[in-house]
């Protein structure tokens, strides 16, 4: 089992940036992949980033350039750097952790971006 706990949420306004956090806890040897999701209002649930084990990168289009993903491995640890924030970036953030035979997700954190 992996354990996964958002931190970092929060008010900002357009233009502003925000930090998000996932420590991640239990057997994370097991995880090759990390991601971040997100899920607005009335809408689905959408990758928005992950990183694997390896350190490839990928990102949703509507994030490139303004949204950063990384990971510390020996802090059990993936970080999601936002900048230049706008309203249609507002929605609930989920980490998500990925092994070979499973997905452990976070209970989510709130981004709202609003003046």
């Known amino acids: 089992q992996v354990q996964l706990q958002e931190s970092g949420g929060g008010l900002v306004q357009p233009g502003g940036s925000l930090a998000l956090s996932c420590v991640a806890s239990g057997s994370t040897y097991a995880i090759n992949t990390y991601g971040w999701y997100r899920q607005a209002p009335g809408k689905q649930r959408e990758l928005v980033a992950a990183?694997?084990?390896?350190?490839?990168?990928t990102y949703a289009d509507s994030v490139k350039g303004r949204f950063t993903i990384s990971r510390d491995n020996a802090k059990y640890t993936v970080y999601l750097q936002m900048n230049s924030l706008k309203p249609e970036d507002t929605a609930v953030y989920y980490c998500?952790?990925?092994?070979?035979?499973?997905?452990?997700w976070g209970q989510g954190t709130q981004v709202t971006v609003a003046s």
């Open positions: 998500n952790a990925k092994s070979v035979l499973r997905s452990y």
């Open positions: 990183v694997t084990s390896g350190g490839t990168l």
